[in-house]
């Protein structure tokens, strides 16, 4: 009896490590995240920071404008049409955007007459196109009429050379698809219209993070092994887990942004950017620009801005990963020590991805620079792909290394009280070596994240352990044969012969 209750121990001590591992995944969740969803977060922060990028006019005194255009944009892209912005590169007279081959000047002003106002000089049309043509000039929607016939007066005076017909008028003045107070409430923190307008833009970028983060996981089960409907289903989960994240990234980054955030961190990115100097300011914008390569004065401002919006989305998306944690400390489920530990591993897990995507991009960029046939584009975005897969993985592990010489995990706590209970059942119900194994692998199809976090969460521990593993040892215990006693008849033969036994050796 006691040889069978110390094997079932000896099996306990020697499975019990794979369980501990088991317990911990399970516990905590993804304390440390995966290289393949640091990369899928990592694009999504780094996609919405270049739209905080493109926001960083919004604003400023004439900000609805730059709102409207972004706007108009937007739609465009999302009905089908081939719509570019070309606006930043702030060529004189030159077109805000071209859509379907056609060059578009937004003017969003308070009223039909002043937005075409605004596109004359000293009494001359300024906006033209390179065969000569007048360029479409886009303004709100609820002041298109006016402008119309603003437009239809400037061309009865001769201010628009080459066009005498004030029916053109209406093939000038392109009707946008907002009013002047959507611009402005656009452009505005906490409109519905600004969380529209910043909705579509996350739902875009979640999309593609999904993807990428889907198609990473999915090629690193396969390498590792795993069946094609389980690693399916991985990745599956990792895509919806960052596109998600994404999507709230974009939101909340974006509407902080045009609360004030990016203002208030001018100052501390102007002071970086002084640090690394004009050089290291090219070499980093030029990688995530399009078009032509800027340097010295306006890179290091550039730089500057995409330093405070990836600030701002690498800092929400640590809470957005982190929300979960901070619940559950709420309601008991994990303690400090544990949600301080996780949030260190998600920061430190987005801080290294963010600075292997600009590493490895402004590599892969400089590569593609001197190879047609990848180009600085696609050369910036897989060395960024591949940096923030390499680095956020490491730096997540290192830190759990780190911490972990410091700040004990709960799933150990929860380890240690199911060893005892465990440990405590093996004797009560005398468990065989068989019977412990097969215990121990019931018990590792009860122990997923919701169990354990309520069993931290419980006022009696080992009652709750307890009550946890009854039904998978009872289940093993019902399993025995039955023993029948044996007859008075029989265990008077059977001592008679052991004390024969004990008599021969006696005398013997």
């Given at each position: 009896?006691?040889?069978?209750?110390?094997?079932?121990?000896?099996?306990?001590?020697?499975?019990?490590?794979?369980?501990?591992?088991?317990?911990?995944?399970?516990?905590?969740?993804?304390?440390?995240?995966?290289?393949?969803?640091?990369?899928?977060?990592?694009?999504?922060?780094?996609?919405?920071?270049?739209?905080?990028?493109?926001?960083?006019?919004?604003?400023?005194?004439?900000?609805?404008?730059?709102?409207?255009?972004?706007?108009?944009?937007?739609?465009?892209?999302?009905?089908?049409?081939?719509?570019?912005?070309?606006?930043?590169?702030?060529?004189?007279?030159?077109?805000?955007?071209?859509?379907?081959?056609?060059?578009?000047?937004?003017?969003?002003?308070?009223?039909?007459?002043?937005?075409?106002?605004?596109?004359?000089?000293?009494?001359?049309?300024?906006?033209?196109?390179?065969?000569?043509?007048?360029?479409?000039?886009?303004?709100?929607?609820?002041?298109?009429?006016?402008?119309?016939?603003?437009?239809?007066?400037?061309?009865?005076?001769?201010?628009?050379?080459?066009?005498?017909?004030?029916?053109?008028?209406?093939?000038?003045?392109?009707?946008?698809?907002?009013?002047?107070?959507?611009?402005?409430?656009?452009?505005?923190?906490?409109?519905?219209?600004?969380?529209?307008?910043?909705?579509?833009?996350?739902?875009?970028?979640?999309?593609?993070?999904?993807?990428?983060?889907?198609?990473?996981?999915?090629?690193?089960?396969?390498?590792?092994?795993?069946?094609?409907?389980?690693?399916?289903?991985?990745?599956?989960?990792?895509?919806?887990?960052?596109?998600?994240?994404?999507?709230?990234?974009?939101?909340?980054?974006?509407?902080?942004?045009?609360?004030?955030?990016?203002?208030?961190?001018?100052?501390?990115?102007?002071?970086?950017?002084?640090?690394?100097?004009?050089?290291?300011?090219?070499?980093?914008?030029?990688?995530?620009?399009?078009?032509?390569?800027?340097?010295?004065?306006?890179?290091?401002?550039?730089?500057?801005?995409?330093?405070?919006?990836?600030?701002?989305?690498?800092?929400?998306?640590?809470?957005?990963?982190?929300?979960?944690?901070?619940?559950?400390?709420?309601?008991?489920?994990?303690?400090?020590?544990?949600?301080?530990?996780?949030?260190?591993?998600?920061?430190?897990?987005?801080?290294?991805?963010?600075?292997?995507?600009?590493?490895?991009?402004?590599?892969?960029?400089?590569?593609?620079?001197?190879?047609?046939?990848?180009?600085?584009?696609?050369?910036?975005?897989?060395?960024?792909?591949?940096?923030?897969?390499?680095?956020?993985?490491?730096?997540?592990?290192?830190?759990?290394?780190?911490?972990?010489?410091?700040?004990?995990?709960?799933?150990?706590?929860?380890?240690?009280?199911?060893?005892?209970?465990?440990?405590?059942?093996?004797?009560?119900?005398?468990?065989?070596?068989?019977?412990?194994?097969?215990?121990?692998?019931?018990?590792?199809?009860?122990?997923?994240?919701?169990?354990?976090?309520?069993?931290?969460?419980s006022p009696d521990r080992y009652a709750f352990a307890r009550n946890l593993m009854q039904s998978s040892v009872e289940e093993e215990v019902k399993k025995r044969k039955k023993v029948h006693l044996p007859s008075e008849d029989s265990m008077r033969q059977g001592l008679k012969a052991v004390l024969e036994e004990i008599?021969?050796?006696?005398?013997?």
């Open positions: 009896m006691m040889d069978s209750l110390n094997t079932a121990r000896q099996q306990f001590v020697n499975s019990l490590h794979s369980l501990q591992v088991h317990v911990q995944k399970q516990v905590l969740g993804d304390d440390v995240l995966a290289g393949e969803s640091v990369a899928g977060i990592i694009y999504g922060n780094v996609s919405n920071a270049s739209t905080i990028y493109g926001m960083d006019k919004f604003n400023t005194p004439r900000g609805h404008g730059f709102a409207a255009e972004r706007a108009n944009h937007l739609f465009d892209k999302l009905t089908g049409k081939n719509a570019a912005i070309i606006g930043d590169d702030n060529a004189k007279y030159g077109a805000d955007r071209i859509v379907d081959g056609v060059s578009i000047q937004s003017k969003y002003c308070n009223s039909g007459s002043k937005c075409i106002q605004e596109c004359f000089q000293d009494g001359k049309f300024k906006y033209w196109n390179t065969d000569g043509s007048p360029m479409n000039i886009e303004v709100p929607s609820d002041k298109y009429d006016a402008a119309v016939q603003a437009m239809e007066n400037r061309i009865r005076k001769g201010e628009v050379p080459g066009v005498s017909d004030i029916a053109e008028a209406k093939n000038i003045v392109r009707k946008g698809h907002f009013t002047y107070e959507q611009a402005r409430n656009i452009a505005r923190a906490g409109t519905v219209e600004s969380i529209i307008f910043d909705a579509a833009n996350g739902a875009i970028i979640s999309t593609t993070a999904f993807g990428v983060s889907t198609a990473l996981t999915f090629a690193t089960s396969i390498w590792n092994g795993e069946e094609f409907d389980k690693a399916l289903k991985t990745a599956t989960y990792s895509g919806l887990k960052v596109g998600g994240t994404t999507f709230v990234t974009a939101v909340l980054a974006s509407q902080l942004s045009k609360a004030g955030l990016n203002s208030a961190l001018v100052g501390s990115s102007e002071a970086v950017v002084k640090i690394i100097g004009p050089k290291a300011s090219a070499a980093l914008v030029n990688a995530f620009r399009s078009g032509t390569n800027i340097y010295g004065a306006a890179a290091m401002k550039s730089a500057a801005k995409l330093l405070r919006g990836n600030a701002i989305t690498g800092a929400v998306s640590v809470v957005v990963l982190s929300s979960v944690d901070v619940v559950n400390i709420f309601r008991g489920r994990v303690s400090g020590a544990q949600l301080f530990k996780n949030v260190a591993n998600t920061t430190s897990a987005v801080a290294g991805g963010t600075a292997g995507w600009f590493g490895g991009a402004t590599a892969g960029a400089a590569i593609g620079s001197v190879i047609p046939v990848v180009g600085t584009a696609v050369g910036g975005f897989v060395g960024g792909l591949l940096g923030s897969f390499a680095a956020g993985s490491a730096a997540g592990k290192v830190s759990n290394v780190v911490l972990n010489n410091f700040i004990e995990d709960d799933a150990n706590e929860m380890v240690r009280i199911i060893e005892k209970v465990f440990t405590q059942m093996a004797e009560d119900y005398l468990l065989t070596k068989k019977e412990a194994e097969n215990s121990i692998d019931s018990l590792k199809e009860l122990l997923n994240a919701k169990t354990l976090k309520d069993m931290f969460a008599a021969d050796t006696e005398t013997a």
